[in-house]
C-alpha cells in the first residue's frame, strides 16, 4: 500500500480537530455540558464531561501530533465515538420530526468511526 505522508498527515490532523475543538468548548461551557450529558440519562453527568474532555482533547492531541500515542489514540476515540453515539443519537427513540437529524448525526459519527480505524490501521513507514 502507497501512502502520501502529506496527506496522510492532513487527514489525520483534521480528523483529531473535531475531537479538539469538542473538548475545549465543553470545557469553556462545563455546566452546560454537564446538564445535556444528564438530559440523555447519563449516570454521574460531571464525571462523564470530565472523562469526555480528556478523551476528545488528551487522545485528540495525541492524534494530531503523530506521536507514537497517535494509532492507540484513534483506537480511544474510535471506542469512545461509539458510546457517544449510541448514547446521543438514538434515532430510534426520538419523534418524527427529530429522527432525520439524529439519523444523519449517527450516521456522520459512524464515518468518522471508520476514518479513526483506518488511521487506526495504516501504520505509515518513516
Known amino acids: 500500500m502507497t501512502i502520501s505522508k502529506s496527506t496522510y498527515t492532513f487527514g489525520r ?11 475545549i468548548f465543553k470545557i469553556i ?10 438530559s440523555l440519562g447519563l449516570p454521574v453527568p460531571t464525571l462523564a464531561v470530565i472523562v469526555t474532555i480528556f478523551v476528545e ?13 497517535a494509532r492507540p489514540a484513534a483506537l480511544l476515540i474510535a471506542i469512545f465515538t461509539v458510546g457517544a453515539t449510541l448514547a446521543a443519537h ?3 427513540a426520538v ?6 437529524g439524529q439519523l444523519t448525526n449517527f450516521l456522520k459519527n459512524l464515518s468518522i468511526i471508520g476514518g479513526l480505524l483506518v488511521f487506526w490501521s495504516i501504520k505509515p513507514t518513516e
Open 29 to 38: 461551557g462545563f455546566a452546560g455540558t454537564v446538564g445535556y450529558m444528564g
Open 90 to 92: 438514538r434515532f430510534w
Open 13 to 23: 490532523i483534521l480528523l483529531a480537530s473535531l475531537f479538539v475543538v469538542s473538548g
Open 57 to 69: 482533547v488528551g487522545a485528540g492531541l495525541a492524534l494530531m501530533s503523530g506521536s507514537r500515542l
Open 95 to 100: 419523534d418524527p420530526a427529530a429522527m432525520q
